[in-house]
């Protein structure tokens, strides 16, 4: 069984609660969304097919014991579930991150899930699973990314509504150019709101990269 890979890297992690450990990311190819602030546009090819095997003997060799699969949108893959689990069974603490448009209760449940909350400027406020996220677990994480007030907005309701019974961490990222980080950081203050700021660290450090960071 193989995937569609992109790149295959170690760096360290930019977001997240895990944000600043040692991580190789595992990036697969393509995504059937189409976020208005995508950064990652690069993805929507068809990348290089790669046996699973072969992918995991990649990341054991570079070693580090943190791996993240990503993409563009990696569970548009059918083997991604085969992938998270080979990499758990390597040993490997497995973090996923997914645009919250496709189911995730079906996975290895060792796999740390990241999933995102599409908020309406992202242009895929439709695709949300609403069931999925709401049933996130503790040890899993819900990323909102804002471009506006309404946004945030509309994002504290559902989390109040339909995301009541999340359990996930939640975190709010600030999309670059519409949100200012200190603008964002206001908004949760006076909104007493859940969950925890976070910023894009490999992109302070390597202001300069798109990819391999």
Not at 9 to 30: D, K, N, W
Not at 74 to 96: I, N, R, W
Not at 139 to 157: P, R
Not at 175 to 201: I, K, M, N, S, T
Request: net charge neutral; hydrophobic share 45%.
């Amino acid at each position: 069984m193989s995937v569609a890979l992109i790149e295959l890297y170690a760096s360290i992690q930019g977001e997240s609660t895990h944000a600043g450990r040692p991580c190789t990311f595992v990036r697969l190819a393509g995504c059937p969304l189409r976020c208005t602030w995508c950064d990652s546009t690069y993805t929507f090819g068809k990348g290089q097919k790669r046996p699973i095997a072969d992918v995991v003997r990649d990341v054991l060799a570079l070693g580090v014991p943190l791996v993240e699969v990503t993409g563009g949108e990696p569970l548009a893959q059918k083997s991604a579930p085969q992938l998270l689990t080979a990499l758990c069974d390597a040993g490997l603490e497995v973090l996923l991150e997914t645009s919250g448009a496709y189911p995730v209760a079906h996975l290895d449940p060792r796999v740390t899930v990241i999933a995102d909350l599409k908020c309406p400027d992202s242009g895929e406020s439709a695709r949300n699973l609403w069931l999925e996220l709401a049933q996130l677990r503790r040890q899993d994480e819900l990323k909102i990314v804002v471009a506006s007030h309404g946004d945030f907005l509309w994002a504290l309701e559902a989390l109040r509504g339909p995301l009541a019974g999340c359990q996930a961490q939640v975190l709010w990222s600030a999309v670059a150019g519409q949100v200012a980080p200190a603008e964002l950081v206001a908004w949760l203050l006076a909104a007493r709101a859940p969950g925890r700021l976070q910023l894009q660290l490999h992109k302070v450090i390597w202001p300069q990269a798109d990819r391999g960071v």
